[in-house]
């Protein structure tokens, strides 16, 4: 079983690339990955991709050692009003069981809100998102048995 392992996750309003250029000719080392809304596959049940959004990072990873990970993405529609300097990151989590997410995630959640129930995502993890009791955001993640990584799977 993998360790759980804690990275920082940076969200932006719109300018998610141009600051990740920035950190990696800094922290050196090439992006795990890098994609856009446009290139997310439709999710039942939702709207169409809004155009202005299609271009905003969806997620972006630059690894900055071994263990170490800084990852980020564009917020869109009512998420991007929510954006400012102090809450724009969460402390992503990932575990190397479904148990133990969900053991973390309600954990962190008691006393807080869910903005993201833990499920199963088209990325083959189970992902979901929280604020904490004390407004910090959350993101716990494990990815499922027969996991494809998503940032392989979609250069």
């Keep these: 079983m993998k360790p759980t392992t804690v990275n920082i996750y940076l969200t932006f309003d719109g300018n998610c690339k141009q600051a990740f250029d920035f950190y990696k000719s800094i922290f050196g080392g090439e992006f ?3 994609g856009t809304y446009g290139e997310m596959p439709p999710q039942e049940g939702m709207p169409p991709m809004p155009e202005e959004l299609k271009e905003k990072i969806m997620h972006i990873s630059l690894p900055v050692s071994e ?3 800084l990852m980020g993405s564009d917020a869109g529609g009512d998420w991007s009003k929510k954006i400012t ?3 724009n990151f969460s402390i992503s ?4 069981s479904q148990e133990e997410a969900t ?4 954990a962190l959640s008691e006393g807080g809100q869910i903005t993201m129930p833990l499920e199963k995502t088209f990325w083959q993890s189970y992902f979901g998102m929280l604020t904490d009791q004390f ?4 993101m716990v993640n494990c990815e499922l ?3 494809k990584n998503f940032e392989e799977e979609n250069k």
């Design 32 to 34: 795990q990955y890098s």
């Design 67 to 69: 263990e170490t990970l």
């Design 93 to 96: 989590v990932n575990t190397g």
């Design 135 to 138: 407004g910090i955001n959350w």
């Design 103 to 106: 053991r973390i995630f309600n």
């Design 145 to 147: 048995e027969g996991h």
């Design 85 to 87: 300097v102090g809450n």
